[in-house]
């Protein structure tokens, strides 16, 4: 039974349009959430965190969403850039297994021109 | 180096073998992970050590076997693996791996091939 969904497998977005990965979770008990970047032959790199007390965190480009009554949590990327074509893996863990990190299958992104 | 580097990147073995994969942390970090990619499955957390003891072992089997001899250096030792244990086997370190905000950091993986 997985607890993190990514349910589009594949996303393609032009260049300098936004690009809107969706994550669902299944676990109310889940406090954090991180989206992680993968490129080919590379391994996943951390990109963006919310806590589950705010709704909204933005860092530059990358806006992560949660709505916790939708158990739904979104990453924006405004403008796209070809270099962000990857694949984006959404990924959650609960206060009381911090270390123990679940994730989705994942989402590939491509930017195209 | 800086991070989390891996090694070797890729690995193809018979069912006999025995090998092992290395990892080794340049973050100044506490807790280490492994981590199993399969072909369209999620990343799955196989053994999670803190301080170099071993804190959660994810139901694994036994002939994955962990080593951990110090907080930068983390081993998995394979033995009569089985051709559905080609994966994608991924490190992580963190800072302590306690608290809803310690944030892992992965190395690049080791391509693994049973044959």
């Known amino acids: 039974d997985q607890q993190v969904k990514q349910n589009s497998p594949s996303l393609s977005v032009q260049e300098g349009r936004i690009s809107i990965l969706n994550c669902d979770y299944t676990?109310?008990?889940?406090?954090?959430f991180l989206w992680y970047k993968k490129y080919p032959a590379e391994g996943p790199t951390f990109l963006i965190s919310?806590?589950?007390?705010?709704d909204k965190n933005e860092d530059g480009r990358f806006t992560v969403f949660l709505n916790k009554s939708a158990k739904h949590l979104s990453l924006h990327i405004v403008p796209s850039q070809p270099g962000d074509s990857a694949v984006y893996f959404c990924a959650a863990k609960a206060l009381y297994n911090t270390d123990k990190l679940i994730f989705g299958t994942g989402t590939r992104l491509q930017v195209f021109p | 180096e800086t991070g989390v580097t891996q090694t070797p990147r890729h690995l193809v073995m018979g069912m006999t073998n025995k090998k092992s994969l290395k990892c080794e942390q340049h973050l100044g970090h506490n807790a280490m992970y492994w981590y199993k990619q399969s072909a369209k499955k999620p990343l799955e957390l196989m053994f999670v050590y803190s301080l170099e003891e071993r804190v959660e072992n994810n139901s694994v089997p036994s002939r994955f076997s962990p080593e951990c001899p110090n907080s930068s250096h983390l081993f998995l030792h394979l033995h009569t693996l089985q051709p559905e244990d080609s994966a994608l086997y991924l490190c992580a370190s963190s800072q302590d791996g306690t608290g809803v905000t310690d944030t892992q950091y992965f190395g690049p993986g080791t391509r693994l091939t049973v044959l």
């Open positions: 676990n109310s008990m889940f406090d954090y």
């Open positions: 919310i806590s589950s007390i705010k």
